[in-house]
């Protein structure tokens, strides 16, 4: 397209830790660099970042280059003796020593950056990344990137721990608030324009971004001891897809995450950040851990890793120079890891400005940045519900009740005050402030009493605390805005899907009493609204950061018209969830079936994402599911008609590529100006195997009252998010499935007023019966080739047969004679068909299995006896394949007698008796087995008396 807290003591060593990651506990003053210094070449900012990178290498030691392999020796280019890793929440560990790093070497600073610019005072307090993803608005998010950007270069940082991709898999995770929603395409597409404008927005100022974390890190229980189990197309074409889409925007580095993924921890796993990060996504910048999520010296680097977070303790020197003389890693291996950290930093120019020489304590926040904070919060606040005209509230002369605890900035009993909801509240560690921002904005019941005034009505409030009291007080109102809220975060996962300090029974009360009541949900994602009935308007806000209070008002009032869309899926109960009844999907269970850990039990969690790539809208399509709210939905204060749907698909077959673009008109059927954003879905042809349909294609669209326009969607096949394709686990590879597909364009998942048909045929001939073999596939035997049944006609055919797997050489004629190098071997033919133009398609039959010949040899236990010798028969049977041993039954006659044996390990002894006086001829017969052929053998034996 053209994304319970646990304790007071906790917090210092853990605030400690963060300030160690940040670069605050080793800020040195940059000496000033001069852009080109001729003793540096590697300042040179005309070469290319990788021509940088290895001169800078190049004038390196390797214990100098070690350096690159840890955040903070990276960073703090004046520090040698640096304190190692005690973990998260732990003071540090003992020293280790680098060496100084070349001249010419500029400082550096990172900080943690989803929700704002973290663990510091004086930086703005922006709507939770869900709320930004709520907006489908990628202007928006780069005036956030732009923002963020501009506040971490005054603050001293230049490179951001953010934006986080992974996509919401159910409303339980801790972090979900963090992410971009459910689905790839959406949370890809808004990471990718946060990014571009947080590194180009401000010149002279850039700001690298590292996306996270890489991958399937859906959940915080047991984060880092559960292995995340997914298999091979729904890795592909889900959770690695919206880092592919947002890798077109260059990040600098991706950070792995705690979880293992499919058995392999995620920092250590070389299918994860070599096969598939560096091979199939070609990502050319760095990989780095998460504050203690690596777990090994060796099998980190030598899976991809390429930097250790925060404090050394696996990347230190002494660690690093035991595995090279272990030689279990080269010095080839940690360059290369050094190379790639370097050649991040060059390209996105942290090594070419220096950071300010103060500022980290100062306040950097700004009305501008404070407006668009606002914004956000207006643009992504969603209208779930609103009968008969709720909202706007157009009530004079009349009294509102505003009652729930995140209304007002004074704290109940509880602490729960309107900063408790405002933005990321700090890993839910109990005493600690209620957010890591200071959300010093105007409380949603200061801006809803200000605004009320102007139309002359008188605003009354309730904490909520006392359900009789709520009650009464909304019974004695014109209209109610009752508050429900819940937290999450880092470390711990819900609970359950209900609203914290009793705000479902708060809702309940209060509707019962004023049936005009509207509710204003401040969540971390979907929670269940069993209330949703008695109540005619809900509007979610999420947590919507420190201009949250003037966003909410302005909505409630009518003078912002709501526009967001849900980016993830409101179930009306948690047995409609993708992972509703499965124990196994969530929350994973133990080798004995339990989800509880054993008290001491360090065994990993297994997590089965079982539902494939059900999940999401995609789920509740294809289980015929109806949700609470769909993804996608959001309504506004006027209406929106959808017409003149037009799709026009082409197909490259030279390419086996395809693009369709989708045109249609919305026009602005309502009385006020709006913004509506439509969706482009796609149904796959059933042979895709693909559940309910996709999100290939949105915009955003702002229309004066009775204005149309005609809206253009591109999609195209090569583009990042494969909006045609699906990942193929045979080829290791996107491919387009030949068919006919059906576009629907509306206003969210369900709502799809809009639909057209259209066919793509992007590929080559298709057997639709595979090529066979007939013939006895034995040595001497000739086999023929059937090229099967396929799709187009007037093909030509061409034939390689294949051993074991493996073309033969010369083999490429229809026919084939078998040869004694084919003995206990399989035999099976390639057919590539020909079409007069475009690409070929080939098909492979089925094996067949080429027995292997064999050798009997019996030998008896005397030659010559008597009429009174017990004689017994020693049978061997050989094959003559290498590997093959031959098994089954032997048949022994003599004189018309028969007698059996059943071979073990070839041989076998075969008792056969007493004979008369003479010569007595013996003949042994092998009746084969599924890869030995049948055989004989002869003998004899003499009776002399």
């Not at 640096?82 to 003071?91: E, K, Q, V, Y």
């Not at 990321?424 to 200061?446: H, K, M, Q």
């Amino acid at each position: 397209m053209t994304i319970r807290n646990k304790g007071r003591g906790a917090v210092a060593a853990s605030l400690t830790a963060l300030l160690i990651l940040s670069g605050g506990a080793f800020l040195a003053q940059p000496a000033a660099a001069a852009p080109t210094d001729p003793a540096c070449p590697w300042t040179d900012p005309t070469k290319t970042p990788e021509e940088r990178a290895n001169l800078l290498l190049d004038a390196s030691s390797v214990q100098q280059q070690m350096r690159w392999l840890n955040e903070a020796a990276a960073n703090n280019i004046d520090d040698t003796v640096i304190p190692t890793a005690g973990g998260l929440g732990h003071p540090p560990g003992p020293p280790v020593t680098y060496p100084e790093h070349p001249e010419c070497i500029l400082f550096n600073a990172d900080t943690d950056g989803p929700f704002g610019i973290s663990y510091v005072l004086g930086s703005t307090a922006f709507p939770s990344p869900v709320s930004q993803a709520s907006s489908w608005d990628t202007e928006l998010i780069r005036e956030r990137g732009d923002a963020m950007a501009e506040e971490a270069w005054d603050k001293q940082y230049n490179q951001i721990f953010a934006p986080g991709v992974d996509l919401v898999r159910h409303p339980w995770g801790g972090r979900g608030a963090e992410y971009l929603g459910e689905d790839p395409l959406l949370a890809g597409v808004l990471a990718g324009e946060w990014i571009e404008s947080m590194r180009e927005s401000n010149p002279g100022q850039p700001v690298a971004s590292v996306l996270k974390h890489f991958v399937g890190n859906q959940q915080e229980l047991d984060r880092a001891a559960s292995s995340s189990n997914i298999d091979e197309r729904t890795l592909h074409q889900l959770y690695t897809l919206p880092y592919e889409i947002a890798f077109e925007a260059e990040p600098a580095g991706v950070m792995c995450g705690f979880n293992q993924l499919n058995g392999i921890f995620a920092c250590e796993n070389p299918e994860l950040l070599t096969t598939i990060l560096r091979d199939q996504l070609q990502f050319e910048g760095f990989a780095v851990s998460d504050n203690g999520s690596q777990q090994s010296t060796a099998a980190s680097l030598d899976a991809g890793l390429d930097q250790e977070l925060s404090l050394p303790l696996y990347y230190t020197p002494p660690a690093l120079e035991a595995a090279l003389a272990s030689g279990e890693i080269t010095e080839e291996q940690i360059r290369l890891a050094a190379f790639r950290v370097l050649r991040a930093k060059f390209a996105a120019g942290i090594q070419d400005y220096e950071l300010p020489p103060t500022g980290r304590d100062e306040d950097v926040r700004t009305p501008e940045h404070h407006a668009t904070a606002m914004e956000i919060a207006e643009k992504g606040s969603v209208l779930l519900k609103n009968e008969d005209q709720t909202l706007p509230i157009q009530a004079e002369g009349q009294t509102i009740a505003v009652i729930g605890p995140t209304a007002s900035d004074v704290p109940t009993a509880e602490g729960v005050s309107a900063r408790t909801s405002c933005s990321a509240p700090l890993y839910g560690v109990p005493g600690a402030p209620p957010s890591i921002y200071e959300c010093e904005g105007t409380s949603p019941l200061d801006a809803i009493t200000a605004r009320a005034a102007e139309d002359g009505n008188t605003v009354v409030f309730d904490n909520g605390s006392d359900l009789t009291a709520a009650a009464a007080t909304a019974a004695a109102a014109d209209v109610v805005v009752v508050f429900g809220y819940n937290t999450a975060g880092e470390f711990f996962d819900l609970p359950d899907l209900n609203l914290f300090s009793g705000g479902d029974a708060l809702i309940e009360a209060v509707s019962a009493a004023n049936e005009n009541t509207v509710v204003v949900l401040e969540t971390h994602g979907a929670v269940l609204l069993p209330w949703v009935e008695s109540v005619p308007a809900v509007l979610q806000a999420w947590w919507p950061g420190q201009g949250g209070g003037d966003a909410i008002a302005s909505l409630l009032f009518g003078d912002v018209n709501p526009s967001g869309k849900l980016p993830v899926t409101f179930p009306k109960t948690v047995d409609d969830l993708p992972t509703a009844g499965s124990d196994a999907q969530y929350p994973g269970v133990f080798a004995d079936g339990s989800t509880v850990r054993a008290e001491g039990s360090t065994e990993i969690r297994q997590v089965n994402y079982t539902e494939g790539l059900q999940v999401g809208y995609k789920w509740y399509d294809e289980q015929g599911i109806e949700p609470l709210f769909e993804f996608g939905h959001g309504l506004s204060y006027t209406e929106f008609e959808y017409s003149k749907l037009k799709v026009k698909a082409t197909a490259d077959k030279a390419t086996a590529s395809g693009t369709a673009t989708v045109s249609f008109a919305v026009k602005n059927t309502g009385d006020v100006a709006g913004a509506e954003i439509p969706q482009v879905y796609l149904t796959f042809p059933e042979a895709a195997g693909e559940p309910g349909k996709r999100l290939i294609g949105f915009d955003r669209i702002e229309l004066a009252a009775g204005e149309e326009r005609t809206v253009e969607v591109v999609v195209d096949s090569e583009a990042r998010n494969h909006p045609l394709s699906i990942w193929d686990v045979d080829a290791d590879a996107w491919r387009i499935v030949d068919g006919d597909y059906t576009v629907s364009v509306g206003s969210s998942s369900r709502d799809l007023p809009l639909q057209a048909t259209m066919n793509l045929d992007a590929n080559g001939p298709v057997a639709t019966t595979l090529p066979s073999i007939t013939g006895d596939p034995v040595l001497g035997k000739k086999l023929t080739a059937n090229p099967g049944v396929w799709n187009e006609d007037g093909v030509t055919f061409s034939y390689q047969w294949l051993r074991n797997g493996e073309p033969i050489s010369k083999a490429t004629k229809a026919e084939y004679r078998v040869t004694k190098a084919d003995q206990g071997t399989s035999l099976s033919v390639a057919v590539t068909a020909k079409p007069k133009s475009g690409p070929s398609g080939t098909a492979t039959s089925a094996a067949v299995f080429v027995k292997t010949s064999a050798v009997v040899l019996a030998v008896p236990n005397k030659v010559v006896g008597t009429t009174t010798t017990e004689f017994t028969l020693s049978v061997r049977v050989t094959a003559l394949a290498k590997g093959v041993t031959a098994e089954g039954e032997v048949t022994v006659v003599v004189d018309g007698k028969s007698f059996a044996g059943t071979l073990s390990g070839g041989k076998v002894t075969v008792p056969i008796g007493t004979f008369g006086r003479g010569i007595h001829p013996i003949k042994v017969s092998y009746g084969g087995s599924e890869t030995v052929q049948p055989a004989t053998g002869v003998s004899l034996i003499t009776v002399r008396r």
